[in-house]
């Protein structure tokens, strides 16, 4: 079964600060990954996603994620976070056979101080 | 609009009363998921449904129960062996080949009280 591990619960930053969130999964297999965002009070929303090919993948808003595939890991990035940014993160994992349900990070949660 | 509905978005329910959470989606997807949110824990499978008439356990499928009667509806049943079921529960579809995402509903948040 695949496990994902985000490292980071809260993080604070600054407007303009640089944002790097890491990622974490476990599982022998292909997989296809995700990051997911949760606004306040909206739903769950795709911020980007890796299949296959270039594994630096470019997101919405300005967000990209970079897959290591030898270090497992689907650490996501944004040059200059925005106030607007101030968020729930989740990284998400599911396998390419077997079962596709995601399986989810347990969430970072960044906050943008203006 | 294409897309998944929860309802209802707030309920309340009394301890040792079952009670059943609405998903409908309208995408035509095959598959649809049912995952809780606890803070700090990140989104839980309780179930799961590639087809009509056939679904799979999750994770924490213990205290819950699911139909899925029709490929538009998959709704959620937390009966009172669920021992904390205070928590805000998603409903997701997406389809079952080919690579893709899940798509979300808003959630429902269930208090037990």
């Known amino acids: 079964a695949q496990s994902v591990s985000q490292h980071n619960h809260h993080v604070i930053l600054s407007e303009a600060a640089s944002l790097e969130l890491g990622c974490n999964y476990s599982?022998?297999?292909?997989?296809?990954l995700f990051w997911y965002v949760q606004y306040p009070g909206q739903h769950l929303q795709l911020l980007l996603k890796y299949f296959s090919g270039d594994p630096l993948v470019k997101g919405i808003k300005g967000f990209e994620a970079e897959f290591i595939k030898s270090k497992f890991s689907f650490n996501l990035r944004k040059p200059s976070v925005q106030w607007s940014d101030t968020a729930e993160y989740f990284c998400?994992?599911?396998?390419?056979?077997?079962?596709?349900?995601?399986?989810f990070g347990s969430g970072t949660r960044l906050q943008v101080q203006p | 609009d294409g897309g998944i509905t929860q309802s209802p978005k707030y309920l309340f329910r009394k301890e040792g009363q079952n009670v059943t959470l609405s998903c409908e989606q309208n995408l035509n997807h095959d598959a649809m998921y049912w995952y809780r949110q606890d803070p700090g824990q990140g989104l839980r499978l309780i179930y799961y449904?590639?087809?009509?008439?056939?679904?799979q356990k999750g994770d924490i499928a213990e205290g819950y129960s699911v139909s899925r009667e029709k490929k538009e509806s998959f709704p959620l049943t937390v009966t009172s062996a669920q021992k904390n079921p205070t928590a805000f529960y998603l409903c997701?579809?997406?389809?079952?080949?080919?690579?893709?995402?899940?798509?979300f509903g808003q959630g429902t948040r269930l208090t037990v009280v």
């Open positions: 998400a994992v599911n396998a390419y056979t077997g079962r596709r349900a995601l399986t």
């Open positions: 599982y022998g297999g292909t997989v296809n």
């Open positions: 449904s590639q087809i009509v008439n056939d679904f």
């Open positions: 997701a579809s997406s389809i079952v080949e080919g690579n893709t995402e899940a798509f």
